[in-house]
């Protein structure tokens, strides 16, 4: 994985890589030669008493060593070039893979472990490589290159350095074949933690209100004392490996020195022949070294690249780049043809033969119970759902035949969980429409009833929310997403029960607005009878089927479902016989109409004589 990973993202930079290679070559080459040279001074100079030979070679020592610094210098400049780009590459594909998954996917990751691999693990790898375009580079040249010229000045003492090498990497090689295993344990372990974390910060609220913050400081300590051992059991090889490494090293040094003596006392060496000898193999044994370091860096980086790979190889199970339609035949119409989807694994359909259509300009309201399929169905038709069997039209054409920047174009959504950005609302609001207007975005905000709230603060539209909205009530969150979806002027707008902060008052205000000021289709998932009933076209979703539709009055008198929902929020019908006309009467009065107009006293207001209505008249029903 780690080399697929590097040919990827190397190949855009070979000329860069060039230049590295170059000038680490004529680093290390003046490193060989240095010995050589040092050597020849204590022969030929020191030994002979030529003051002139000596400082010959020493001014080539010097010059060689200059040389040696701006080559270092040119060559790690172009490593750090190579890597920071390199991981910039990565991320941006890690990126853009992520931005394209689907529901399928997004589960199968999660989002701890998708934000840990994209940091964490494209941290290991780029300081992988910035490691090893200097140290990997070097190491090999050098080991090779001290080993040859080594055999050249004293082929008698080589077997001390093969001796050495040999034990030396088969050290090496037994413990780094034990921390593959231990890295990839460490890396899910900081995963794991990394979930509890995330978990613990987004529901603080929760665990503060059951008293639960034992129970969460008792789960983190498990998990960091589980990231702890696995860490621990790392550092353990790493601590074995530097004593070992060490002290072959040592051990080879002395041998050579007491080896080399004893050939010079027998006239078979010269000193600097010797001392060239132990240079190189210094210079030999520090390759190996710094392979030894760089091979305790490949097991982690090895695990990180392949987590990274996996996710950038992932291909979503859903298409959505593929598509032609660029031109919709009747734009903003919505038809749903025998859709039927079943989730992974499932053993029934959560949508089942639904069949109804929306035109241009209309409002749709799907209503039902709890667990109905309503949302799955909003997600169908906004394509984070694939149909499994079926058709999902949109504006005339097949939603899976649009071109991606006609289906990016099709829709104001706003899911039913609110959410709003950390930034300012300006910032919000441009989101779908980076060219809107202050005009437009204040227009929006009248809209979803946000531009009282907005106007109090002092800087207004350039006013900062938190990450999440966080500093907002539900009810403020829920319509500044309103304002962000109608700011985008799109043909369809779909709101997942995105009501349901909002109080009857709020609601119905919105609505109204909603009817006059755009043009656009509405598609509107709810479970209250006030947000359906003015609508154009009611769907009753019942079980992922679609029961009954038709408009209020039509099901009132033909859907027995429906009338069951409308009877469960307004209370028994006003006319005591019963009449479908008396619990329209009652349904109207007691919910309003389209308009926004209150509830008359049929509604059982203190005007006749029914109980006095409680919670506020405008704004959020709760936080």
């Not at 665990?207 to 498990?222: G, L, N, P, V």
């Not at 609001?429 to 009282?452: F, H, I, K, R, V």
């Not at 209370?571 to 389209?594: C, E, I, M, N, T």
Request: with cysteine; charged share 15%.
């Amino acid at each position: 994985m780690l080399l697929a990973l590097l040919r990827r993202y190397l190949r855009p930079h070979l000329p860069m890589l060039a230049v590295l290679l170059a000038f680490q070559i004529l680093q290390i080459l003046g490193t060989l030669l240095l010995p050589n040279i040092n050597g020849r001074i204590v022969d030929e100079g020191v030994a002979a008493g030529d003051t002139g030979t000596v400082a010959r070679l020493g001014g080539l020592m010097l010059g060689i060593a200059f040389g040696q610094v701006i080559a270092n210098v040119i060559a790690i400049i172009a490593g750090a070039f190579v890597s920071m780009a390199a991981a910039r590459d990565v991320r941006a594909d890690f990126f853009a893979a992520v931005q394209g998954f689907g529901r399928a996917e997004t589960a199968r990751f999660g989002a701890s472990t998708l934000v840990t691999r994209s940091t964490n693990d494209i941290r290991q790898v780029q300081q992988f490589l910035t490691m090893a375009l200097s140290i990997m580079i070097m190491a090999p040249i050098m080991a090779l290159g001290g080993l040859a010229l080594a055999l050249a000045q004293d082929l008698a003492l080589s077997w001390v350095i093969l001796a050495t090498v040999a034990v030396l990497v088969a050290v090496m090689a037994v413990l780094v074949m034990r921390m593959v295993p231990s890295f990839r344990v460490m890396q899910d372990r900081i995963d794991a933690i990394s979930s509890v974390l995330a978990q613990q910060l987004a529901g603080l609220r929760v665990i503060r209100a059951f008293t639960k913050e034992d129970e969460e400081r008792a789960r983190f300590a498990r998990a960091n004392t589980e990231l702890t051992d696995a860490q621990l059991r790392v550092g353990t090889y790493f601590v074995a490996l530097f004593p070992a490494v060490m002290t072959l090293v040592n051990a080879g040094t002395v041998a050579v020195v007491w080896f080399g003596a004893q050939q010079i006392q027998a006239g078979a060496s010269q000193i600097g022949t010797v001392m060239a000898f132990i240079q190189y193999l210094m210079l030999i044994l520090m390759g190996v070294v710094m392979f030894a370091f760089m091979s305790m860096m490949v097991p982690r980086a090895q695990v990180a690249a392949g987590r990274v790979l996996e996710v950038i190889d992932t291909r979503p199970e859903m298409d959505r780049g593929h598509g032609t339609v660029e031109r919709l035949p009747s734009p903003g119409t919505i038809a749903f043809d025998g859709v039927a989807f079943r989730y992974p694994g499932a053993r029934r359909c959560v949508v089942e033969d639904v069949t109804f259509a929306v035109p241009a300009g209309a409002t749709c309201a799907v209503i039902g119970s709890t667990g109905a399929g309503k949302s799955t169905l909003v997600q169908l038709l906004v394509r984070l759902l694939e149909p499994t069997a079926g058709r999902v039209s949109v504006g005339g054409a097949d939603l899976a035949a649009l071109a991606p920047e006609v289906l990016a174009g099709q829709f104001g959504y706003v899911p039913q969980r609110a959410y709003v950005f950390g930034g300012t609302v300006r910032a919000n609001l441009a989101l779908g429409n980076p060219t809107a207007s202050d005009a437009l975005m204040w227009s929006a905000l009248e809209t979803a009833q946000a531009a009282e709230f907005v106007r109090a603060y002092a800087d207004g539209l350039d006013h900062v929310i938190n990450e999440g909205g966080t500093d907002l009530s539900g009810g403020q969150r829920q319509r500044l997403a309103i304002a962000m979806a109608v700011c985008r002027e799109a043909p369809i707008l779909v709101f997942d029960d995105s009501f349901s902060a909002l109080d009857t008052a709020t609601d119905r205000a919105v609505r109204s607005a909603l009817a006059a000021d755009t043009a656009a289709t509405t598609f509107i998932v709810t479970q209250r009878v006030a947000s359906a009933m003015a609508a154009d076209l009611i769907v009753v979703f019942e079980a992922g089927r679609v029961v009954a539709q038709g408009t209020h009055t039509h099901l009132l008198e033909d859907s027995p479902i429906y009338r069951d929902i409308v009877s469960s929020q307004v209370g028994p019908p006003a006319d005591p016989s019963g009449a479908q006309g008396g619990l329209a009467d009652a349904a109207q009065a007691r919910l309003g109409g389209a308009d926004g107009t209150a509830p008359g006293p049929a509604a059982g207001g203190p005007a006749a004589g029914g109980p006095t209505p409680k919670g506020p008249a405008v704004g959020e029903a709760g936080a």
